[in-house]
């Protein structure tokens, strides 16, 4: 039986996700962080004043807030080595070959180019600090519908922007959500009109080249009512002795009826911090689903909210984490009930492999008045071996009574029958183990596109190769 | 002379410092179905469980040739890759696999072919029907909310899509309604031929009014006290393990 070249995920990693370019970006400020380096990134995007005050009142809410002592381990961080702004190109091309050549080998690597044309409608490629890239369906945009880097939209509609920016997710927010107001470059802006459904998603696609960069993408939907929208992320990084920083803010905004779904692969090197904050307003009977895929970084801290303002507002969480050597995934949901009637679902699985450490971290909180609220929450962990570990922090705040509210959490291993069952079968230990993974994955990943399922599984399956058992 | 397809030979094991079997000896050709029968505690389930490889079983004496091979070193994947096969009597869950992902695999992995999406879904469903299942089957979890009879179809199904040389099969019967029975039966007997070894291992009689085996063995204390034909088992059946058990200890 012919055995999987493949022996560790890291050297997976390398080849396929790991290379990187050495050419030199068109311009890359001082390392460090200062009044002086905002301002100069804000005036090299040419921006309104209003935007490049916000800038420096958030840059005085970082520096002014603690780090959190919970959580990951963020002590390695080091804010004054990290390059705030890295700008490959002067340009933004609507057409690859407009792309400059080496940026374009990388996202071709990557399979971005031919994604496009196969199964998305539209395709934005963020490339360290800038979006090089951006392209959308030409019928989506005769419906209204807006596709564009954050940038280009604070100033083709500055109306729009400032309606919203900042709204869901405050500059005060949290120590990175600060640090990303003040530094926020790229990211994607998308605007659904009213009653227009986008069936195939919209993708974007993050890519850190630079060492030591912090990249700081803002994110800014809008869902108007009766639209739907499904929007999936993905990121890869190279491997860098010196660790680099993602601390995105995403905003998604969701009228009545509307319907958004939004789904990441993370897959940083696993020399990325990553600290996102991502939330959503939902009102009257609207859909949110945050389907969130973590299999990179070395430290993630990332729990997804939706506060579900009105009657009738649904909001759902699929999450998965694998913790592999050397990671920490501390990962979960927020769902806050505000308004009566409203429901919310959370499922969480995660994985942890060769010392890894995954936690499920979550809050549900009913606030007074959210009567009839109905909220589950289920975690599921899987832990490969005794050197790994698993923690589940379920925070509740119901402040109503007249709610339901449950909570369920198992932790597992692999059982000695589950293997030898299929063992008996031909599969190898790894086979078999790798199977019982995708299985318990099973919840998740039948929830996104097949193309990215069938990537996810892949994922996990160089996870896995190597050292089971 | 050409080599048994399958042989036991004095085959001693242990579970946690305590003997099951002392001592085991038994030869299958190709085209035979051997009925095992014994008491419960008469070791059959470490015997099935041994023979594939199942680690918690200590192995302290003995050999088992597959076609002349000593498959005892062998982790249990290379001994399914060889042509053995054992039907679980307590099939096991794995959720969130689906029978037909879980079946594609399996035949890859075992038989290290690979067929065309369509040629397998034809093959698949041509077993399923020769075991009268419904389709519908191939998309559940294997095992995950299976009903006794269900499990026991699934294994069989999985005898029938790895078509192995030498099959053992621990209590296909166990727990099942008269008509989960004869459908299980009914499809063993439309698997065995004349290239298929089979060891059928069975606490009941009842099972054998459907399949008709060569040979029927009796285990009794870890060791075969007694080997014969139907006859064996109709006195069985008549007389109880009460008279095996009378006659080990005389």
């Given amino acids: ?469 | 002379m050409p080599k048994s397809l399958f042989v036991i030979e004095d085959l001693h094991v242990s579970v946690e410092g305590k003997e099951i079997l002392k001592g085991v000896n038994l030869t299958v050709e190709r085209g035979e179905v051997h009925a095992l029968m014994g008491p419960n505690g008469s070791g059959k389930s470490t015997l099935a469980h041994t023979l594939l490889g199942d680690p918690r079983f200590q192995l302290t004496q003995g050999r088992v040739l597959l076609k002349g091979e000593d498959v005892l070193s062998l982790p249990p994947d290379e001994r399914a890759r060889r042509g053995m096969f054992l039907a679980f009597q307590y099939p096991v869950e794995i959720p969130g696999v689906k029978v037909r992902h879980f079946l594609r695999m399996a035949v890859k992995a075992s038989k290290g072919e690979e067929p065309s999406v369509t040629e397998f879904r034809k093959r698949l469903f041509e077993k399923m029907a020769l075991l009268e299942m419904n389709r519908s089957f191939s998309e559940r979890y294997v095992n995950e909310g299976f009903s006794g009879g269900e499990k026991k179809r699934n294994e069989i199904l999985q005898l029938a899509m790895l078509e192995p040389e030498m099959a053992v099969l621990d209590e296909a019967d166990s727990g099942l309604d008269i008509d989960a029975l004869r459908a299980v039966a009914n499809g063993i007997n439309k698997l065995t031929g004349p290239t298929m070894g089979m060891l059928l291992i069975t606490h009941y009689q009842r099972i054998l009014n459907y399949i008709d085996p060569h040979f029927v063995h009796v285990l009794f204390d870890g060791r075969i006290v007694r080997s014969g034909g139907m006859e064996l088992a109709q006195e069985l059946e008549a007389k109880g393990y009460e008279w095996i058990a009378g006659e080990a200890v005389a």
């Fill in chain 1, 1 to 469: 039986m012919a055995k999987k070249a493949v022996e560790a995920p890291q050297a997976d990693y390398a080849q396929k996700y790991g290379f990187r370019d050495s050419e030199k970006p068109l311009f890359r400020g001082r390392p460090g962080l200062s009044p002086e380096v905002v301002k100069e990134i804000s005036w090299m995007k040419e921006e309104p004043a209003w935007m490049r005050d916000l800038r420096l009142r958030a840059l005085e809410v970082f520096r002014k807030k603690p780090m959190p002592t919970w959580g990951g381990d963020l002590s390695g961080i080091n804010f004054d080595e990290i390059y705030y702004y890295v700008k490959p190109t002067d340009r933004q091309a609507r057409n690859w070959d407009n792309v400059p050549q080496y940026i374009k080998r990388t996202f071709d690597k990557l399979g971005i180019p031919q994604a496009e044309r196969e199964f998305l409608a539209g395709v934005g490629a963020q490339y360290d600090s800038e979006v090089v890239y951006h392209n959308l369906r030409e019928e989506l945009a005769k419906q209204g519908v807006l596709f564009l880097d954050t940038d280009s939209a604070l100033r083709e509609h500055p109306e729009l922007f400032q309606e919203y920016f900042g709204t869901v997710v405050p500059l005060a927010d949290n120590k990175f959500a600060a640090l990303n107001s003040a530094v926020w470059s790229g990211g994607s802006f998308i605007y659904i009109p009213e009653g227009v459904r986008v069936d195939v998603p919209l993708q974007a696609y993050f890519r850190i080249n630079a060492e030591k960069l912090g990249q700081f993408e803002r994110t800014l939907i809008i869902a108007e009512r009766g639209s739907y929208l499904h929007y999936v992320e993905g990121c890869t990084a190279p491997i860098y002795s010196a660790d680099s920083l993602h601390a995105a803010v995403v905003e998604v905004i969701i009228k009545p009826g509307a319907r958004v779904r939004y789904t990441t692969i993370q897959n940083w090197s696993t020399n990325v911090y990553n600290l996102v904050t991502k939330r959503a307003v939902a009102y009257q009977d609207s859909i949110v689903e945050w389907v969130d895929g973590n299999l990179g970084s070395k430290v993630n801290m990332k729990y997804p909210a939706v506060f579900l303002m009105e009657p009738g507002a649904h909001g759902e969480m699929l999450s998965l984490a694998f913790a592999g050597k050397g990671q920490h995934q501390d990962a979960g949901a927020k769902m806050v009930h505000v308004a009566p009637h409203t429901s919310s679902v959370v499922v969480s699985k995660s994985i942890s492999k060769d010392g890894g450490r995954s936690s499920y971290r979550g809050l549900v909180k009913a606030y007074p008045g959210s009567v009839g609220a109905k909220a589950s929450v289920r975690c599921d962990a899987l832990v490969l071996d005794d050197d790994s570990r698993s923690d589940t922090y379920p925070y509740m705040e119901i402040e109503e009574e007249q709610v339901s509210i449950s909570h369920e959490a198992t932790v597992s291993k692999i059982a000695a029958e589950q293997l030898f069952y299929l063992m008996s079968r031909g599969l190898s230990e790894t086979e078999a183990a790798t199977l019982i993974v995708s299985g318990f994955i099973e919840p998740v990943v039948k929830e996104l596109p097949m193309e990215y399922a069938v990537e996810l599984n892949r994922l996990i399956q160089f996870q896995m190769e190597g050292a089971v058992g």
